[in-house]
């Protein structure tokens, strides 16, 4: 099992910047591939970013695109989301979450295909 605590939500202007962390303790860290889901107020979760277990494939989704980038340091047990550009509608709460898996390629963006979660770092993005 692993237990995955997510940090670095805050407040930030339209156009700032935030890097949010989630770091992972328990079973080696390496087996697993990574996401990030948000959920704003009264929407379901929906799926930003996922990396492989090896860090060499990733994922996004259209709406952060080119604004986003999710990373990960297996010799420090945490994954990472650099986040620029940042819009009001990126306002949600963000959930880092980790997929056991034996292949180094796979990343997956369901959220059912992840077995453990974080609690949540909030993000708000005023206009």
């Known amino acids: 099992q692993v237990q995955l605590v997510e940090s670095g939500g805050g407040l930030v202007q339209a156009g700032g910047s935030l890097r949010l962390s989630c770091a992972a303790s328990?079973?080696?860290?390496?087996?697993?591939?990574m996401t990030w889901f948000r959920q704003a107020p009264g929407k379901d979760r929906e799926f930003v970013a996922a990396?492989?277990?090896?860090?060499?494939?990733?994922y996004y989704a259209d709406s952060v695109k080119g604004r986003f980038t999710i990373s990960r340091d297996n010799a420090k047990n945490t994954v990472y989301l650099q986040m620029n550009s940042l819009k009001p509608e990126d306002t949600a709460v963000y959930y880092c979450?980790?997929?056991?898996?034996?292949?180094?390629?796979?990343?997956?963006?369901?959220?059912?295909?992840?077995?453990?979660w974080g609690q949540g770092t909030q993000v708000t993005v005023s206009s």
């Open positions: 979450a980790a997929k056991d898996t034996y292949s180094n390629s796979y990343v997956a963006t369901k959220s059912y295909e992840y077995d453990y």
């Open positions: 328990g079973r080696t860290f390496s087996r697993y591939a």
């Open positions: 990396i492989s277990r090896s860090g060499g494939s990733t």
